[in-house]
């Protein structure tokens, strides 16, 4: 049987957890919204609900225009946005989320970031699955060519995109694309959300991959599942695409940033 002390810690403050409702109401509203918006997001009556916001507004969390009454985050909620930003390590928040997609899938997971030569790996999880491969942190993979590669084509300006194009065509790891293939690979990612190859850059192996956006940068980052070939078909890739998209919208959220739209 728990003790008082014990019970009274497992419950938490009631009070404090119907004040935050009210705070995630006003974040996940379209703006300044009125006391009545407030309410019906928070599912409380009025009357509650403004004393909620009395003692919000009072501690900065909350803060009322005087010309239009609607309320909205106040300035320590915004302080304390910033400074959670300023101390997350997005790589790190991304990784944390890698090992659960590898045991699901059972498949080899890796996380690619934007360096000054292309998609640079700097996380690998291996999958129970072999493969006829072995990826070091720290290697480069091509931009057509790879399932990361085409996130990153799609979701990047082509002032970032073009000089890598350019030097991986002139050094012969990746062919020339025209302006159509090009546009045929960026519309299939932006689609359906992921890139797709396979033995594009392996022999029996495919690759999908996705992107995880983040309010800390403009770059995003991309976690891709590396699987054999005889282990995509019969609807397998379709569920390896399923927990990849449910990870890296997972990830997205948690960086505070939305995946687009699919």
């Known amino acids: 049987m728990l003790s008082r002390g014990a019970e009274d810690e ?45 003692s919000l507004s009072r501690a900065g969390l909350v803060a009322q ?3 239009t009454g609607r309320y909205d985050l106040g300035p320590a909620a915004r302080r304390l946005g910033i400074e959670a930003l300023r101390r997350m390590d997005d790589v790190e928040v991304v990784s944390d989320h890698l090992p659960a997609l590898r045991d699901r899938t059972g ?23 072999a493969l006829p ?35 991986e065509v002139e050094s012969g790891t990746a062919p020339e694309l025209g302006t159509a293939e090009i546009g045929r690979i960026k519309d299939e990612v932006r689609s359906s959300g992921v ?13 999908v991959a996705s992107a995880v956006f983040t309010e800390l940068t403009p ?14 078909g019969s609807g397998a890739l379709e569920d390896v695409t399923r927990e990849l998209l449910h ?16």
């Open 133 to 167: 491969i072995t990826i070091r942190l720290g290697a480069v993979m091509p931009l057509t060519t790879s399932s990361a590669g085409r996130v990153f084509l799609t979701h990047l300006p082509a002032a970032l995109t073009e000089p890598v194009l350019r030097a």
């Open 107 to 129: 498949h080899s997971v890796n996380l690619t970031v934007w360096g000054d030569h292309g998609p640079v790996v700097v996380r690998w999880h291996y999958g129970s699955h």
């Open 10 to 54: 497992r419950q938490g403050i009631q009070s404090v957890e119907i004040a935050m409702t009210v705070v995630h109401a006003l974040e996940q509203g379209p703006g300044p919204m009125s006391l009545k918006q407030v309410a019906e997001a928070s599912g409380m009556a009025s009357s509650k609900v403004h004393r909620y916001l009395v």
């Open 195 to 207: 890139a797709v190859t396979a033995n594009a850059m392996i022999p029996g192996v495919t690759s």
């Open 247 to 262: 990870t890296t919208a997972a990830a997205c959220a948690e960086l505070g940033a939305r995946p687009p739209a699919v």
């Open 219 to 232: 770059l995003p980052l991309v976690v891709a599942i590396a699987l054999p070939n005889r282990e995509s």
């Open 65 to 67: 225009s005087p010309s």
